[in-house]
Nanobody, 126 residues
Framework: EVQLQASGGGLVQAGGSLRLSCAYS????????IAWFRQAPGKEREGVSC????????NYEDSVKGRFSLPADTNKNTVYLQMNSLKPEDTAVYYC???????????????????WGQGTQVTVSS
């Protein structure tokens, strides 16, 4: 059974950093795409970043490029979302998700993922 657990959210001032963790089990990193999504109040869930050994790529949503990174520790079955230079507009509930069937053209689409972890709140104060 695929399981994902997200953690690490919190309150941070603008310009600060946070590192979210997504601990996964029930699958191997090589076979899955693991992605981070976020959802702000009143907005649709959007893709933030994803990593795929299968596609050999790491993708980032335009607004987080250069600020966020996606290190992975396969020994710990954990993918991280390192968030630097945080902005108030980064405030949202962040989710990690995984899929073995996502296609490259839809890799940042929430509809491509069936396995989700619980959300973790990130609040960036101005």
């Amino acid at each position: 059974e695929v399981q994902l657990q997200a953690s690490g959210g919190g309150l941070v001032q603008a310009g600060g950093s946070l590192r979210l963790s997504c601990a996964y089990s029930g699958f191997t990193f090589d076979d899955y795409v693991i992605a981070w999504f976020r959802q702000a109040p009143g907005k649709e869930r959007e893709g933030v970043s994803c990593i795929s050994d299968r596609f050999g790529s790491t993708n980032y949503e335009d607004s987080v490029k250069g600020r966020f990174s996606l290190p992975a520790d396969t020994n710990k079955n954990t993918v991280y979302l390192q968030m630097n230079s945080l902005k108030p507009e980064d405030t949202a509930v962040y989710y990690c998700a995984a899929s073995s069937t996502v296609i490259a053209s839809a890799i940042m689409s929430p509809a491509s993922y069936r396995s989700w972890g619980q959300g973790t709140q990130v609040t960036v104060s101005s």
